[in-house]
């Protein structure tokens, strides 16, 4: 059974720093464009970062570049997303996903995704 497990949120206050691990299991990880989304109450579920299965190409929202900094380990099987500067609005559930040999150039599309984690919870206050 393919796993994804986010770990790394929690309570933070503006200006501070997170960074997101999302280790996966039962996954040939180095073949997965890895994508991490966030998703605030009566919103939909958007794109933050993306990172390719090959060459480490990254995508990055807007909202979040020169913020945050999504990278992989592929030796561990996992995924990071190092957030600086955190804002307000960063409040949201982030889950991380896994797409087999995804175009990063499609990496904002949620079905492009096979497997997704169950999230977890970032607050920022002000």
């Known amino acids: 059974q393919v796993q994804l497990v986010e770990s790394g949120g929690g309570l933070v206050q503006a200006g501070d720093s997170l960074r997101l691990s999302c280790a996966t299991s039962?996954?040939?990880?180095?073949?997965?464009?890895m994508g991490w989304f966030r998703q605030a109450p009566g919103k939909e579920r958007d794109l933050v970062a993306a990172?390719?299965?090959?060459?480490?190409?990254?995508y990055y929202t807007e909202s979040v570049e020169g913020r945050f900094t999504i990278s992989r380990d592929n030796a561990r099987n996992t995924v990071y997303l190092q957030m600086n500067s955190l804002k307000p609005e960063d409040t949201a559930v982030y889950y991380c996903?896994?797409?087999?040999?995804?175009?990063?150039?499609?990496?904002?599309?949620?079905?492009?995704?096979?497997?997704w984690g169950q999230g977890t919870q970032v607050t920022v206050s002000s």
């Open positions: 039962r996954l040939t990880f180095s073949s997965y464009t």
């Open positions: 996903a896994a797409a087999f040999r995804g175009l990063l150039l499609n990496a904002k599309t949620p079905s492009l995704y096979n497997y």
């Open positions: 990172i390719g299965w090959i060459g480490g190409s990254t």
